[in-house]
């Protein structure tokens, strides 16, 4: 079932559980995902940056393949533009096909991130789509951002801004960062700062960004707390590079379809580990199927398939 994070996330908000949201580049990270969704009976989210879009994965080609997995699945799928901010680029997610956007605003002043977000939305939903957008700022791991707590969201402001903006999503800083963190480090995540949050904001979706590498404790205290969505990109991309590196390093002449297989099999298995850290688990039969999103058929936007 193709749907919006809005739809996924309203159930994970009432049933007090957090949606993985992962990247796929290819076939194989795909079908990982899906399969892992779809024996754990949970709902899934696709995440596509506009970095990983203009080095390798095309919009084009992977949002089809996954709408089509997801008509498939017994499951509920989401696809996600990861903070876009780049107003090209939102268009052009609106003409492939993503159910629904991460408008990224997290760098302007307060009240200009209140102004982009509240019209990225409107016309995002104007578009049956489903938005997020970020209070607070996620850095990188690799600078240690998340230890900085004068970049963590202000519950105080998040009241303000989801009332707003009318999001459907609030992406908040609380302690983790983007990437991987530098060895040995395990980040520090403010639960009281999430459960602030939560108490201003009772029924609205949170998500935690850079997932990957902040310790099963962390996740499952953050989910408790009331986070909705985890977003896990560096781990599966870990998972699949260090299945590649040794199984060619063990049987260098192993045939390519074997090869590429096992990969699929590494990601789903990691991927499955992330849904019942989470507690999604179990979870998709609790969402019903909804699916208005249109697509802008006859849009020209120069230079962005580049
Ligand atoms: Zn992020």
Known sequence: MYTTIS???KDAVRRKYAVVACSAINMEMARGIVSAASRANAPIIFLLGQNMMRQHAKAELLIPMIRT?????????????????????????FRNGFSSIMYDGSLLPFEKNIE???????AVHSMGMGIEGELGHVGIAAACDGRDSSLYTDPADAERFAMETGVDCLAVAVGTAHGEYPKGYVPHISFERISEIRSRLPEMPLALHG????????IIKAVEAGI????????????????????????PDIPYIE??????????????????????????????PV??????ESFEVVGLSE
Request: charged residues 25%; proline residues 3%.
């Open 7 to 9: 739809n996924i996330l």
């Open 69 to 93: 997995l997801a008509e498939y699945a017994p499951v509920p799928i989401a696809t996600c533009l990861d903070h876009g901010n780049d107003p090209e680029r939102i268009l052009y997610s």
């Open 116 to 122: 982009n977000t509240k019209r990225v939305a409107e």
């Open 211 to 218: 997932g990957s590498g902040s310790g099963e404790e962390n």
């Open 228 to 251: 909705n969505k985890v977003n896990v990109v560096t781990d599966l991309f870990i998972a699949a590079r260090n299945y590649l590196r040794d199984e060619t390093a063990s049987h």
């Open 259 to 288: 090869l590429m297989s096992g990969m699929e099999k590494a990601v789903s298995l990691l991927a499955g580990k992330w849904i019942s850290m989470t507690g999604s688990e179990g979870k998709a039969d609790g969402i019903r």
């Open 291 to 296: 699916n208005r999103i249109r697509t802008l």
